[in-house]
């Protein structure tokens, strides 16, 4: 059966994020899933912090770049300089170089099996380099340039090249090895689903050359009868609902659904549960006679595998909003530190306790952190749970809280929960453990709630910016920020980010509903 574009994908994902299940927990009470002793166990081995492979990529061509101009400017100045001045060297140590790396890659010279293992690749590498002074050579000859460039330098920067690779390649190569013997370049996977279809797609998957897929285990919802406790090998860590906790606390890279593509009722709900999790979610393909268009697909290997969900905001992403946030903040505290000592002094003038206020609130993949505030309250009634939200001439508020309220500078401290890698500047807004309308958590008020965690949180967002700021006293409200949150998680860029900083300061002047 062919499939003439990506309908099936797009109706999974709308269904997912649209349709809101019936919700079965007790009103107010959050559900605790507690793991298997087996699960436990695993998710204790699998902390360690992974190096991403395409940075680790990245940072290899930049370096083997940088190299190659040092290593030619090196004998520049070793045995040309005073003579040709240097900008006419300029042009071919920054083709030369640029050119070398688009070489090795078209060699595949900056895939991992490169990497380990590069005495098989160094012939590639070494013909790469040749490739590039040929081209010199054939660029001096037509244009008859020959006498202007030094052939002592262009053979000493050949050489030097060759040195470079045989030594770096080799210092890479061991640490590479070592790497991978502590298990931070794989890609942690979890199977979902068992029986027979599992047992095929880890066949499937082991097969595979080069595979830097690692099995953790399996979840399935079916009991032992219908889905053995063991597949290929690889113990069952329980049911669906566990996956999800499982998730929340160790460093899972990537979850493979098992579960044939004509399950499509199955299907649906399971992702409805797992779409809230920040990892890739693919569907198995390999063994389903439905087909899709071939760039539907990504690969592990030769095995076909069907996109439904992707992490955000990963590698140079993640590095780039890490480096925005650090340098932003930093800038913020210096200027609005006058500000935040006036506000310290005049909340420790005016009310007895302490200036800052510590609250419990859901961070990146629901990991409670304590987030900063000044404190707006006396300290007698203080809300740590929130479940109580303040509402406009709350007699719990201060008459300093209430400007610093107003104002939202009591939000400033949360610059440092930004320095100290909590907070995002810009993210969906932490929201505390307690937080509810109605009496009714907002996890159990919408439905797939938890998928505004995928991202860390941020001290402003674009809920806040389009007007979604201030008390949640109905379901609709706390569902119009939800989807303003998702809306930021899916079209997420660094100016995006730059657009809501820059708007965060005019949007504070409507004070309707802050109180």
């Given at each position: 059966m062919n499939v003439a574009n990506n309908d099936f994908q797009d109706r999974f994902r709308r269904a997912i994020q649209s349709h809101a299940g019936?919700?079965?927990?007790?009103?107010?009470?959050?559900?605790?899933?507690?793991?298997?002793?087996?699960?436990?166990?695993?998710?204790?081995?699998?902390?360690?912090?992974?190096?991403?492979?395409?940075?680790?990529?990245?940072?290899?061509?930049?370096?083997?770049?940088?190299?190659?101009?040092?290593?030619?400017?090196?004998?520049?100045?070793?045995?040309?300089?005073?003579?040709?001045?240097?900008?006419?060297?300029?042009?071919?140590?920054?083709?030369?170089?640029?050119?070398?790396?688009?070489?090795?890659?078209?060699?595949?010279?900056?895939q991992l099996s490169a990497f380990r293992s590069y005495i098989a690749q160094l012939a590639r590498i070494?013909?790469?380099?040749?490739?590039?002074?040929?081209?010199?050579?054939?660029?001096?000859?037509?244009?008859?340039?020959?006498?202007?460039?030094?052939?002592?330098?262009?053979?000493?920067?050949?050489?030097?090249?060759?040195?470079?690779?045989?030594?770096?390649?080799?210092?890479?190569?061991?640490?590479?090895?070592?790497?991978?013997?502590?298990?931070?370049?794989?890609?942690?996977?979890?199977?979902?689903?068992?029986?027979?279809?599992?047992?095929?797609?880890?066949?499937?998957?082991?097969?595979?050359?080069?595979?830097?897929?690692?099995?953790?285990?399996?979840?399935?919802?079916?009991?032992?009868?219908?889905?053995?406790?063991?597949?290929?090998?690889?113990?069952?860590?329980?049911?669906?609902?566990?996956?999800?906790?499982?998730?929340?606390?160790t460093r899972i890279d990537l979850l493979i659904v098992s579960i044939p593509l004509r399950a499509e009722e199955r299907l649906l709900q399971l992702l409805k549960k797992l779409w809230v999790l920040p990892l890739d979610i693919r569907l198995s393909a390999h063994s389903d006679k439905m087909r899709f268009r071939p760039r539907s697909y990504s690969y592990i290997g030769r095995v076909p595998l069907l996109d439904m969900f992707s992490k955000p905001i990963t590698d140079w992403d993640a590095i780039c909003k890490r480096a925005f946030d650090l340098l932003f903040a930093s800038i913020a505290i210096v200027l609005l530190s006058p500000v935040m000592a006036a506000t310290a002094l005049a909340v420790k003038m005016t009310s007895r306790g302490p200036v800052l206020f510590r609250q419990k609130?859901?961070?990146?993949?629901?990991?409670?952190?304590?987030?900063?505030?000044?404190?707006?309250?006396?300290?007698?009634?203080?809300?740590?749970?929130?479940?109580?939200a303040v509402t406009?001439?709350?007699?719990?508020?201060?008459?300093?809280?209430?400007?610093?309220?107003?104002?939202?500078?009591?939000?400033?401290?949360?610059?440092?929960?930004?320095?100290?890698g909590e907070l995002s500047l810009v993210g969906p807004r932490p929201h505390a453990l307690g937080a509810n309308t109605n009496d009714k958590l907002w996890d159990q008020v919408i439905d797939g709630y938890f998928a505004r965690h995928k991202v860390k949180p941020g001290v402003t967002g674009w809920a806040q910016i389009n007007g979604w700021r201030g008390e949640c006293d109905t379901p609709d409200k706390i569902r119009r920020r939800i989807e303003s949150d998702l809306y930021y998680i899916e079209n997420w860029s660094l100016w995006l980010d730059l657009y809501i900083l820059f708007l965060t300061p005019f949007r504070l002047f409507n004070t309707e509903n802050a109180f």
């Open positions: 019936e919700l079965q927990e007790e009103p107010g009470v959050r559900t605790k899933v507690e793991l298997s002793p087996r699960a436990q166990e695993v998710a204790s081995l699998l902390a360690g912090r992974q190096i991403s492979l395409s940075v680790l990529s990245s940072i290899v061509r930049i370096l083997e770049g940088l190299a190659l101009i040092g290593i030619g400017l090196g004998c520049y100045f070793g045995y040309v300089y005073p003579g040709t001045p240097g900008l006419y060297y300029a042009a071919p140590l920054f083709v030369g170089a640029l050119l070398a790396i688009g070489l090795i890659q078209a060699a595949d010279g900056y070494f013909a790469a380099w040749t490739i590039v002074f040929a081209f010199f050579a054939l660029v001096l000859f037509f244009a008859k340039l020959g006498n202007v460039y030094s052939r002592v330098w262009f053979a000493a920067w050949y050489a030097g090249g060759l040195v470079f690779f045989v030594a770096s390649r080799a210092v890479l190569a061991a640490l590479v090895r070592r790497w991978a013997d502590d298990g931070r370049l794989e890609r942690r996977a979890i199977i979902v689903g068992g029986g027979q279809p599992a047992a095929e797609l880890i066949n499937e998957l082991e097969s595979q050359a080069n595979n830097d897929i690692r099995i953790c285990g399996i979840f399935d919802d079916r009991s032992d009868d219908r889905s053995p406790p063991v597949v290929a090998g690889y113990p069952k860590l329980g049911t669906i609902a566990e996956l999800v906790e499982f998730a929340r606390l609130r859901y961070g990146f993949n629901n990991e409670v952190i304590e987030v900063l505030k000044f404190r707006s309250m006396y300290v007698d009634q203080e809300d740590l749970m929130a479940r109580k406009r001439d709350d007699p719990r508020v201060t008459r300093v809280g209430r400007f610093i309220r107003k104002t939202s500078i009591d939000e400033l401290p949360q610059l440092f929960n930004v320095m100290r």
